[in-house]
């Protein structure tokens, strides 16, 4: 459990990784590591713009709701709920289902 132990950050999350089984717990580095590519498409810029959207989610005019509509399209939201759903589930998918591409 080294190699997952270093993967993970904290004191809390290493006790925690002792009890889940191993199979979880690369389960939840898959998807940290899905989630960190489809971030990766935003520039610094828009990462830390995105930040202080949402920070302020409540408080946001129509301009600011509108320019948090088009940074969280850019992060491909359903594609990446179907790389998700492909990497998680059990049994395969249908394409049309995941928009995984054949070769993944």
């Known amino acids: 459990m080294g190699v997952i132990s270093k993967l993970l950050k904290g004191a809390a999350l290493k006790r925690s990784a002792r009890y889940l089984p191993v199979y979880k717990v690369i389960a939840v580095a898959e998807m940290a590591l899905l989630a960190r ?3 990766g498409r935003l520039e610094p810029r828009e990462r830390r713009r995105l930040t202080e959207l949402v920070r302020h989610r409540r408080e946001l005019g129509p301009a600011e709701q509108e320019e948090l509509r088009g940074l969280t399209a850019k992060l491909a939201p ?3 709920a179907g790389m998700a759903a492909h990497k998680l589930s059990p049994v395969p998918l ?6 995984v591409p054949k070769d993944r």
């Not at 249908?94 to 928009?99: D, V």
């Open 37 to 39: 590519e489809h971030v």
């Open 78 to 80: 359903k594609e990446f």
């Open 94 to 99: 249908p394409r049309r289902l995941t928009g």
